[in-house]
């Protein structure tokens, strides 16, 4: 059977279940109802939470510029919100059209249009809050104490004649640029009181 072909180019359908166990039916019924012929329809059995859907890898290779690829579901193309995303941004940056036929959207259109600016508003709204909650824990980490990225280094011999000068250990810190945290890393106060009992070391004095 000759492709379907519309002013649009082509029509490929994709259609998943996720198990061995669900039918593929309602998709493909509404696949073939929306016009797209059985040999342009990708299926596989697959969990949609997979990164690897080697048939909708297919689908997407068999796009031309002009095509639409038609889902019966926006979950059936995207693991999440920013996958669904970065595939719908790819298809359209490669001028080709997608629909949803239960949600009734189309690129095409300009209410599609719409829609996928919506959804990269959501999405970059998403991917902000992330990086605040990431950020907001790492000065919590920070100011317990704690260490983040690379562990600042300074010079141990210096710091240990200053506690051997009974420098306490927030001068030690704020003499080599350090948090008082990373000289409390190496030496307990118990060690710095046994340092300061010590002494200066014979060329300091």
């Given at each position: 059977m000759k492709s379907k072909e519309t002013e649009n180019g082509v029509l490929i359908g994709y259609a998943r279940v996720s198990t061995i166990e669900q039918k593929l039916d309602l998709q493909l019924d509404a696949l073939k109802r929306a016009g797209v012929v059985e040999s342009n329809i990708y299926v596989e059995k697959i969990s949609g939470a997979s990164k690897k859907r080697p048939a909708l890898d297919r689908a997407i290779r068999a796009l031309r510029p002009g095509d639409t690829l038609i889902v019966w579901r926006l979950d059936r193309l995207g693991r999440n919100l920013l996958d669904l995303l970065n595939r719908?941004?790819?298809?359209?940056?490669?001028?080709?059209?997608?629909?949803?036929?239960?949600?009734?959207?189309?690129?095409?259109?300009?209410?599609?249009?719409?829609?996928?600016?919506?959804?990269?508003?959501?999405?970059?709204?998403?991917?902000?809050?992330?990086?605040?909650?990431?950020?907001?824990?790492?000065?919590?980490?920070?100011?317990?104490?704690?260490?983040?990225?690379?562990?600042?280094?300074?010079?141990?011999?210096?710091?240990?004649?200053?506690?051997?000068?009974?420098?306490?250990?927030?001068?030690?810190?704020?003499a080599l640029g350090v948090s008082r945290q990373t000289i409390a890393n190496h030496w307990s106060a118990e060690d710095a009181r046994r340092l300061a009992r010590l002494g200066p070391l014979k060329r300091d004095r």
């Open positions: 719908m941004q790819h298809l359209q940056k490669n001028k080709i059209a997608f629909r949803s036929l239960t949600e009734s959207v189309d690129t095409s259109t300009i209410m599609g249009q719409l829609l996928l600016h919506i959804l990269g508003a959501i999405a970059q709204f998403e991917r902000q809050l992330t990086q605040e909650r990431t950020n907001a824990g790492i000065r919590a980490h920070v100011e317990r104490g704690g260490n983040h990225g690379r562990a600042p280094t300074f010079d141990k011999a210096e710091a240990e004649r200053m506690l051997r000068k009974r420098m306490i250990v927030k001068e030690v810190a704020d």
